[in-house]
Nanobody
Framework: QVPLAESGGGSVQAGGSLRLSCSSS???????MGWFRQAPGKEREGVAA???????KYADSMKERFFISRDNAKNTLYLQMNSLKPEDTAMYYC???????????????????????????WGQGTLVTVSS
């Protein structure tokens, strides 16, 4: 398990931007990292993943507005969110995984498919609220 702490959530109007951060006291350099979100009454869904070599994978509905990045020297993961919509309102979680490299078309990159979620280390989440 990797300790993770998200920050940067808040309230923003539609069309605005936010940058989320996820930091750790441990070296994240060798880990696959990802962002997930869970809206009220809905299942947790994948947003984006970034491997230790910088390879990224986005959920189709977010690839034009959200950008994942990492700074291994700071042990920090980021999610830049632009053109936010009310439907982006959710709790956002970061996660770490050793990396999934199977042949599964449903994988969120190195975070793997839904069945791999149980192997992730999770942060406590940060709330993003987008008003219209």
């Amino acid at each position: 398990q990797v300790p993770l702490a998200e920050s940067g959530g808040g309230s923003v109007q539609a069309g605005g931007s936010l940058r989320l951060s996820c930091s750790s006291s441990e070296n994240l350099g060798g880990w696959c990292m990802g962002w997930f979100r869970q809206a009220p009454g809905k299942e947790r869904e994948g947003v984006a993943a970034i491997d230790h070599d910088g390879t990224t994978k986005y959920a189709d509905s977010m690839k034009e507005r959200f950008f994942i990045s990492r700074d291994n020297a700071k042990n920090t993961l980021y999610l830049q969110m632009n053109s936010l919509k009310p439907e982006d309102t959710a709790m956002y979680y970061c996660a770490a995984d050793a990396g999934y490299y199977g042949d599964d078309q449903t994988s969120l990159g190195c975070m793997g498919p839904l069945s791999n979620r149980k192997h992730h280390s999770w942060g406590q989440g940060t709330l993003v609220t987008v008003s219209s």
